[in-house]
């Protein structure tokens, strides 16, 4: 298994009181699940209502254009509509599609879960500001870091690529920015997430869906998404 993740890493470069006249009984409050946010034992970060009847769960690489586009426009469509009342749930895990998606990743793995989600918008809203500087290592410092060991390839590739002031100014300091990189649980999580995608759900491209356990066939974007999502609802027995 060492040897398998240090091959990938190299590869690849979130009571009553007295009576009272009779009165008609107050509604309950209704719940508002769209600020609820947590982390699941799968490495995702989860946001909604967990007993939702419609389970929505998101791959998604931090580096995908796609990705960034569905988290602009489908997104809050999905918060507003069905989010918030409790009958959808939006998971996000997080799939390395490269280098850059892996050690990103692991700064979604080592925070809580609203910190976590923060840093996944600041992605989204900065994707250039975290991919170009990758773009521009000059060609010698790229092969110096190929001649390192595989398992240290990837946190000098990130060093090179300036992921440490990109996570600074979302509001991790370095140290703390260190021991996540260097979390050995962190990087098992994104790599089973990868695994389970492509192994289990034959994951084909970015961003792609689950909809209750069931991937989502060529669909990649919000236009395809919204009906399926719609059926969904639809189809799920009707609370009462």
Not at 48 to 63: I, R
Request: net charge positive; hydrophobic share 50%; glycine share 6%.
């Amino acid at each position: 298994m060492r040897f398998a993740s240090a091959l990938l890493i190299a590869g690849l470069l979130a009571a009553p009181i007295a009576a009272q006249p009779a009165r008609a009984p107050a509604r309950a409050a209704v719940a508002d699940w769209s600020t609820r946010l947590a982390l699941t034992p799968q490495g995702g970060i989860l946001l909604g209502n967990p007993n939702a009847p419609v389970k929505l769960v998101e791959f998604g690489s931090l580096t995908c254009p796609h990705c960034r586009a569905f988290h602009s426009e489908g997104l809050p469509v999905i918060k507003g509509r069905w989010l918030a009342a409790g009958q959808v749930s939006y998971e996000y895990r997080s799939f390395s599609l490269n280098g850059i998606d892996l050690m990103a990743g692991l700064l979604l793995q080592c925070q809580a879960a609203p910190q976590a989600w923060a840093f996944v918008n600041r992605v989204y809203a900065r994707q250039d500001e975290l991919v170009s500087p990758f773009m521009t290592i000059p060609e010698a410092e790229r092969a110096r870091i190929q001649g390192l060991a595989s398992d240290a390839q990837g946190p000098a590739m990130a060093v090179a690529g300036k992921l440490p002031e990109f996570a600074a100014a979302a509001g991790l300091p370095r140290a703390r920015y260190d021991a996540c990189i260097a979390a050995k649980p962190a990087m098992e999580r994104l790599l089973a997430i990868r695994a389970d995608a492509v192994q289990n759900h034959q994951l084909q491209g970015t961003p792609s869906f689950l909809i209750n356990g069931r991937m989502q066939t060529d669909v990649f974007d919000w236009a395809a998404l919204e009906p399926l999502i719609d059926a969904a609802i639809k189809a799920a027995p009707q609370r009462k």
